[in-house]
């Protein structure tokens, strides 16, 4: 995977972006049930950050590459799903990539 164009970038964040949604997930356990806030701190505050990120670059890439609306609703609704990025790169993301680089 390059970085060198927004959607190679929108893919890295949208993949680090899932990452911290489950590890947010595995967190909360440790919060509850364990009595430990810090590791949900700290994640906490990188899926925001990252969270922040996927909207930037989806915006981005949805002006720069043109998409339709229903495209950007789809990829919007993905970040707020369990494993939504991943699938969202599976079928979408990657061919986008491909397009940009061929």
Known sequence: MKFNST?????????????????????????YAAHMPLPNKIVGY?????FIAYMAWLYLNWVDRKWN???FVLLFIASLVPFGTFIADRKFLISEESQTTN
């Open 7 to 31: 959607i190679s970038q929108f893919r890295t964040i949208a993949i680090l972006e899932g990452i911290s949604f489950l590890l947010l997930g595995f967190t909360m356990i440790l919060k």
């Open 46 to 50: 990188a899926h925001g950050f990252l």
């Open 69 to 71: 609306f229903k495209i």
